[in-house]
């Protein structure tokens, strides 16, 4: 044969295969190997597993009282709001069941997504007849909108011809549809209605769409550029259902943003300027970025991708010491995160949804690393940055969380104070999702571990190397520092106890620098088993106590919980010559309603006396603090006078729940001197 015959070369053996059946083979075992690398990585786990909220039942005076009104009152009002606001509409519209023009938003199908979960998360501890029943009706007409090949996105269905602006010609051709993003709320809420009700009903319809996006988009087909979620999502249905192709979408996903090659790149407004694995800092759209990390790990968690880890560690720890609010809270300008410690205290933006999603990512962290710092910022945001986005009654919400307001200027969507509900809902519709599941937080096991995170009264139950163990909390946590711990494992046996000594406790307000405290005498932190105290050495942020644990085994912790200023790092101009005020994990603030009409004219000492006080009849239930500051008042003719007065700080979370009103969580200080001590 020819060397220039158009056969030559194609037959490799004998009798053997041609050039490209050898190739067809090898790309099948290709695609065996991967699916098989898949299937065994889909049923990995994170290191650390967390004691899942369904088996911590919380009693607490604190906790409980919010769970309970989130469950009563948060719920089937954002089930209602979804309703007046046009979003189920939409789906019957979608469905052919109603007339008339595609209502909101394009992402506010996730809304009803999100409610459905948070609904499921509730039924899963508390069942609800009534609450239930909404759902399914909920689902029904999600079913009926659904397009036959799977696709579901009412912005586009409910007028295929004249779609809305942000979806595009063609499916997936925005880059700001939320076509992807809505999907991915849909996996969340199917797979806790899943776990919730053992119906299969949501599970079913997100199956369908997984599978249409699964043969849309991945290596060789489609990729988008889109609004993170549906990678954290797909992570989640690929475990619930045991696929392995949903997870290499999600990873498939990651690896190619910030790569030229498959699109466009959009630049840090989306994560998408550089490769994620490439990038060091936290920048962009907070909520964007955090969901984009939490998928990261979770697709580590269950993959070989330890760039991802470390990639997202370096992002944590630029957010944790350079760009986090003092509550917590987290983006700073325009939703998103700004330069390094620009952090401005009324322009701040501090989306409810990334305070609740940074939560969720501190977690991660720490299910990934058993360090108890994640845990502290996790505490700090819960107790102030997510905590002050709805208010003690459940019906209003926050969509940004200011550290400062003079009580008249819009900033909640243009709008002055919490609101019933937004044009753009996504914070209300993450607050009815995140309270249910506050049980996840408090506990965790790996091996011979169990770790107490979080001091929540409660009974709960949990395994350690296959002994049942049961725990009761005893606390009036945060207002009182004393913790009881009782222990009964089913079987004697030796194990540990990883118990959290929060890093405010040890001195320190966050990880890092960020934020310091002026020096003030501290009693020691003190911790026994039995009666008997014990050295407290921690270890990654916990006190190990390994020992043969029995039945009535009791430990008790208390943690001192003094009135403590706090200082910014030098370079945060915003709170230069400013203090706040901490006590144990609650950050506070002046409103002008207790302080006769005065909160941004105060100021205070480093030496003015300070004192807590518990007031059970205020806002649910808070403890104060009271002292001495100065109110400087300007005259006409350019100089200012000083006048003493009394001042009472309450939690930050708590303002705003009596009408308008002044607010600041950093106070000029006077007196000061160069020499101030810090801790």
Known sequence: MSSNSPLAGRRLFHNGFTLVELLGVITIIGILVTIAFFVEKAHAEYPIRAVPFRDVKITDEFWAPRIETNRKVSIPHCIEMCRQSGRVGNLDKAAHRAKGPFQGVPWGDSDIYKVIEGASYSLAVKPDASLERHVDDLIARIAAAQEGDGYLHTARSVNPEQPHALCGKDRWSHKHSHELFNAGHLYEAAVAHSMATGKHSLMEVAVKNADLMCRVFGPGKKYQMNHPEIELALVQLSRKTGDPKYLALAKFFFDERGRPGSHQLTGPGGQDHKPLIEQHEAEGHAVAGIYTYIGMLDVAAHTDAPGFVRAVDRIWDNMTTKKLYTTGAAGARSEGFAANHDLPNREAKCETCAAMAAILWSHRLFLMHA???????LERALYNGALASVSLDGKLFFYANPLEHDGKTPFNMGRQGRQPWLYSACCPAFVVRFFPRIGDF?????????????????NSKASVE?????????????????????????????????????CWASGQPVPGDLYRYIKSKVEPITISVNGKSLPVETDKGFVKIHRRWKKGDMVELNLPMPIRRVLSHEAVKANAGRVALERGPIVYCVESTDNDGHALDLSLSDSATLSSEHRAELLGGVTVIRGSAVVTIAKQNGTSKTTPIEFTAIPYYSWANRGASKMSVWL?????????KVD
């Open 668 to 676: 000029p200080r006077h007196d000061t001197t160069n020499s101030t």
């Open 466 to 502: 296959g002994n049942q163990v049961q725990l009761k909390q005893e606390t009036k946590y945060p207002w009182q520092g004393t913790v009881k711990i009782g222990v009964e494992p089913q079987q004697e046996r030796e194990w540990t106890l990883c118990v959290r000594v929060p």
């Open 442 to 458: 408090v506990y965790a096991t790996r091996d011979d571990n169990l770790y107490v995170n979080l001091f929540v009264a409660g």
């Open 371 to 377: 360090d108890a710092k994640y845990i502290d910022v």
